[in-house]
């Protein structure tokens, strides 16, 4: 599979401000394999450490009063032996910034920084975390902020028996929240499909506190939904479960985003590879009928992060494959009915030669504009769908940490992230 289809996807907006850029670093060979369960093969690819980097206010340079020189790199085993990657990124409502990843080749670690960059020793008591193993390679997707500052991480349990989604909530210091779940903290959760494979790829919070976990078991889309307290919510689907089969033998949710009336929008691989699949359910884990076809919409592109706009209407953002099997970075707004809006792009989505890569995650400006990451790309598109040749001049910049022999990818679910925690900057991260 194609390098987009092996990065997740979520995005939240935050404000407007400084770019911040996460991602894991990784030996320029590829890696072979399917999808993202297979994302941590290592046929060449190693990665290596949590890695950071902060681009300014002028797109393309670099922010230099974010660890004096925009990036960073942080080590988790002490001696930089073990394998690290990022793989979710979150910003507290303070500026500070929060990172989970794999660390020492298996286990969940979760590290905060300061707006500058350094360490917090606030949290961990030296600003980093190891989360007591629970499966075989707890490999988070999202990390999610609560208003008390509690922090909720989720993602996929990759054990011998299978694989789990899995949700973590930390107080604010750093240590488990042992109120959280009845597992002192820690959630697995199995969707008890025959044979079937579970991974969760994005994650939301509601209003209420509730938290809304998607991915894929089997041939369907996946949705959990936990009560504030952790355990399973008895009101949506079947005790706390939802599947859906969007079409055909393939269907992963990728994203997901909350509407203010509460209906849950979940993008991801619909009806096989190459398409997209888009479907709205109600509250209560129920398709919304008044929502494409039955509550679904077959789209010609995969969709990867989704936001919702003031007006109703959805911006998704993934990837369109080429004949030749070539990605392009894919944005397209449909409105509330779920039809594709005629007044954006071109027919209702926009398309970006990105150099093969897909689009990982959006987030939308307060002025519209869309804001998309991938691989090693990142993008601008004004709220009419055109590319903004304003932004790296051509509407689209690479980022790179300059290391013989590595890039930045994307990798996480969480990839593009807008702050104001210090004018006049904006922030993304993957």
Partial sequence: MRQEERSRVSSSVMGRGSMLVFASMLLASPIAGFGEKEAWGDAGGEFEQVQAALLSATPSSL????????????????????????????????????????????????????????????????????????????????????????IVVTGTSRGSEGNDFFAIRLLANG?????????????????????????????????????????GTGPNFALLRLQANGWNDNSFGNNGK???????????????????????????????????????????GDLDSSFGSGGMVISSFTGRSVAILADGKIV??????????????????YLPNGTLDSSFGTGGKSVLDSGDEGIASIAIQPDGFIVAAGGRTMARFDPNGNIDTNFGGSGKINVSFGNPGTSLWTWSHQCVHIWEARPPHASYGF
């Fill in 63 to 150: 922010d230099t009063s974010f660890s004096s020189d925009g990036k960073l790199t942080t080590d988790f085993d002490g001696a930089g032996s073990a394998n690290h990657g990022g793989d979710a990124v979150a910003l507290q409502p303070d500026g500070k910034i929060i990172v989970a990843g794999v660390v020492n080749d298996n286990n969940l670690g979760i590290a905060r920084y300061n707006v500058n960059g350094s360490l917090d020793t606030s949290f961990g008591g030296d600003g980093r975390v190891i989360a007591p193993p629970f499966g075989g390679l707890d490999q988070p997707s999202t990390v999610l902020v609560q208003p008390d500052g509690k």
């Fill in 316 to 333: 998704v953002g993934g990837f369109t494959t080429d004949p030749d099997f070539t990605l392009k970075f894919t944005v397209g707004r």
């Fill in 175 to 215: 240590t488990l929240d042992t109120t959280f779940s009845p597992q002192d903290g820690i959630r697995t959760i199995d969707f008890g499909t025959p044979g079937s494979i579970d991974d969760a790829y994005g994650a939301a919070l509601q209003a209420d506190g509730k938290i809304v976990i998607v991915g």
């Fill in 242 to 284: 939802v599947q859906t089969n969007i079409g055909g033998e393939f269907s992963i949710g990728q994203g997901v985003a909350i509407q203010p009336d509460g209906k849950i929008v979940v993008v991801g691989f619909g009806a096989g590879v190459d398409n997209g699949g888009i479907a709205r359910y109600l509250a209560n």
